[in-house]
């Protein structure tokens, strides 16, 4: 209930409006629109209650979608793939947007929240990335597209898969657009059945086939091709088939590199420089988990909590002095860092970002918002903890 609480609280009467008069919602001919605004919550609320079990099971499901593309992350994704990017502009706030395009552009809503599927698992553990020719046109022709099909189904086992094609953008660190085409794949699973109570009530088991997604973006300007999927198997196949029937092209496993990170710096005491106008007010190291450099047997953590005093230098200092695991003597394996940004207009507390970093490849920051791609980006790399080169790199 919290999608559609927030739903009816955030988004602007005209907006709520538009969308509850629609014929096939049911709200009552006789409701009030004139019940000011920041009480409409509680009437439309009501009417809701009274609503049919169908129509009440829309409102709720598309109060979820919308509310689902009303944070930053889902900003960008409506932005992405937005025809005018002004129009959204123009409109009061995230839930106002998002309602926007679900209402006027549909298929445009689709992509963004295929797009949200797809930027919210990059360099998970569900993606992988190629390096393949650039320059080249995805080729979205019927019989292309039934070839692609048709290799899915033939390495899935599926009997049923469908393509979504369309173009985005991408923001880069810089604050430039890349062009991409995503290429989304829905594709049937193997039979399963869940608990269901039927028209009487009573609870009955009802086979069905579930529905995987996956996703492929394409960057015609650096070649780069990113897949999410599932498993390895499934996203190598994916790309594979990508490479062959859209790009046209002979496919070659040539994987992005892995990023690395270094972790030496945190033996000693460390400023984490960082610019006035990224809203940081403040970095801490609130754990350390060591190895002995002669001994891979043996591991030592150091932990400081938020509300301790002092550093994780300090406490190392004066709990083990001149024997401080903090030497040459031992490598940090893992690490855990607390970036304090400052409060944004609206927000009543201050956040904290925790980034969990692990020597020598891994990282549990994800791209989900421009911050955190800020931090994992931008100050990594100038903190000499991110010691790669490429931008286009998996954990």
Aim: with cysteine.
């Amino acid at each position: 209930m919290a999608a559609i609480s927030a739903f009816l609280r955030k988004t602007p009467r005209d907006a709520l409006r538009e969308y509850f008069d629609r014929p096939e919602i049911g709200l009552p001919l006789e409701f009030d629109w004139d019940t000011a605004e920041g009480d409409l919550p509680g009437p439309l609320m009501n009417a809701i209650g009274k609503m049919t079990r169908v129509q009440r099971d829309r409102v709720l499901n598309d109060a979820e979608r919308v509310h689902a593309l009303s944070d930053e992350a889902g900003q960008a994704a409506l932005y992405s793939v937005a025809e005018d990017p002004a129009v959204l502009e123009g409109m009061a706030n995230g839930h106002q947007r998002s309602l926007g395009m679900f209402l006027k552009a549909p298929d445009r809503f689709r992509h963004a929240e295929e797009v949200r599927f797809t930027e919210d698992r990059r360099r998970g553990r569900m993606w992988a990335g190629y390096v393949t020719e650039a320059g080249r046109v995805v080729q979205r022709d019927p019989m292309t597209l039934a070839a692609f099909v048709s290799a899915i189904k033939e390495f899935s086992g599926a009997a049923h898969a469908d393509v979504d094609i369309f173009d985005r953008v991408r923001t880069t660190l810089e604050g430039h657009e890349c062009d991409l085409v995503q290429v989304t794949i829905y594709r049937e699973g193997r039979p399963d059945d869940l608990l269901r109570f039927d028209d009487k009530g009573t609870l009955v088991r009802q086979a069905y086939r579930p529905v995987f997604e996956a996703a492929v973006t394409y960057e015609p300007a650096t070649g780069g091709l990113e897949v999410v999927a599932n498993d390895k198997v499934t996203r190598q196949e994916i790309v594979k088939a990508a490479v062959q029937h859209l790009l046209g092209i002979e496919f070659k496993d040539n994987r992005l590199p892995l990023r690395c990170y270094d972790l030496s710096v945190l033996l000693k005491p460390f400023d984490f420089p960082v610019d006035e106008e990224d809203g940081i007010e403040g970095v801490e190291v609130r754990e350390l988990r060591l190895m002995p450099i002669d001994d891979n047997g043996r591991r030592v953590t150091l932990e400081n909590l938020a509300r301790a005093d002092g550093t994780i230098w300090t406490m190392a200092d004066d709990m083990f002095e001149d024997r401080s695991p903090l030497s040459d003597e031992f490598v940090i394996t893992r690490a855990r860092i607390a970036v304090k940004l400052a409060k944004r207009p609206g927000e009543e507390r201050r956040r904290t970002l925790t980034l969990t970093i692990t020597w020598p490849h891994g990282c549990d920051l994800k791209d989900r918002t421009a911050t955190e791609q800020m931090i994992g980006e931008k100050y990594l790399r100038r903190w000499g903890i991110l010691v790669d080169g490429s931008h286009l790199i998996t954990d």
